[in-house]
C-alpha cells in the first residue's frame, strides 16, 4: 500500500480483548433474550441426560457451526448486492480470536455500504432466531446457538464502529484482517 490517500487499521491485541468481553456479553444478553423468548409465557422447560446429553452438545455445535456459515454467506449476499466479489476464509485475528471471515479483495465501499454489509447478519439472523426460538417446536435447541451467533457479531459491531467514525467521502476496502480506508 504505498498510495497515501489511504490508511489500514487492523484490530490489536487490545482491540481483540475488548471485542472478546463485549463478546461474552453479548452470549449473557443473547441467552437471557432468546431464553426468554423461548419460554414465553409457556413455562417450557426440558431436562437432558446420559447419551441425550451428548447428543444435544453435538446438536447444539452442529447448529451453531451453521448459524456461524450462515452468517458470512448473508455477509457475502450483501457484497454481492452493493457490487462486490465475495472471499471466503478462516483467519486468526490479532492471534488471539479465530474467525470465519467473508471479504472482497480490492473492492472501495461507501461507508453506508459497508455498515450495511456489517450489519447484515445481525439484523436477519438476530430476529430470524428470535422468531424462530419463539415458534418453532425446535426453538429451544436454538437458544444457545442464536446467543452464540449474537456473541460472534461482536467482530462485526466493532468494524461498523471503526467504519462510521470515518470522514464522509470515505471509501472501505475490506482485508481479510481489518479494514483500508480511502479519502
Known sequence: MSDPSAREWHPGRRAAIFMNVVAVVLLAVGILVYGL???????????????GLLLAVVTTLILTLALMLIHEGIHGLAIVCSGGTARFGVTMIARVMPAFYCTAPEKRFTRTQYIAIGLAPLLTLGVGCGIAVALAPFGGWLVLPSA????????DIAMVWVAARQPRGTTIEDLQTGVRFWN
Not at 423468548?37 to 447419551?51: K, L
Not at 452464540?148 to 467482530?155: D, I, M, R, T
Open 37 to 51: 423468548a423461548w419460554s414465553g409465557e409457556q413455562n417450557r422447560s426440558f431436562r437432558i441426560t446420559g447419551v
Open 148 to 155: 452464540v451467533h449474537l456473541s460472534g457479531c461482536a467482530g
